[in-house]
């Protein structure tokens, strides 16, 4: 069954908050490709050190600053990045948040 999320359905999905900060100080950008699926990149480089230290294998050598998530997936990384500070910009069909 597909589902058609509103703007405020996506945003209580990820737990997003709107801020007045300019999108220039992000780390993270989140953009809903799909329905099931949730591109997750890495735009600063404390970002992007991260994603490579924290969460990446040691072995894998592919991290190209793009994850691609399932909803849930997408909500648990952005809390996890939440606690240690990161801010997000969420781009949805009806404009940009950033949290």
């Given at each position: 069954m597909n589902h058609i999320l509103s703007?405020?359905?996506?945003?209580?999905?990820?737990?997003?908050?709107?801020?007045?900060?300019?999108?220039?100080?992000?780390?993270f950008r989140l953009e809903r490709m799909s329905n099931h699926d949730w591109q997750i990149s890495a735009v600063s480089p404390q970002a992007r050190a991260w994603v490579r230290d924290e969460l990446c294998c040691p072995f894998a050598q592919c991290f190209n600053d793009v994850i691609h998530a399932d909803a849930l997936s997408a909500n648990s990384f952005v809390k996890e990045a939440h606690e240690?500070?990161?801010?997000?910009?969420?781009?949805?069909?009806?404009g940009k948040d950033v949290f």
């Open positions: 703007r405020p359905a996506e945003a209580a999905l990820i737990g997003a908050g709107s801020s007045d900060q300019p999108s220039c100080s992000i780390d240690k500070g990161f801010r997000t910009e969420f781009v949805g069909r009806n």
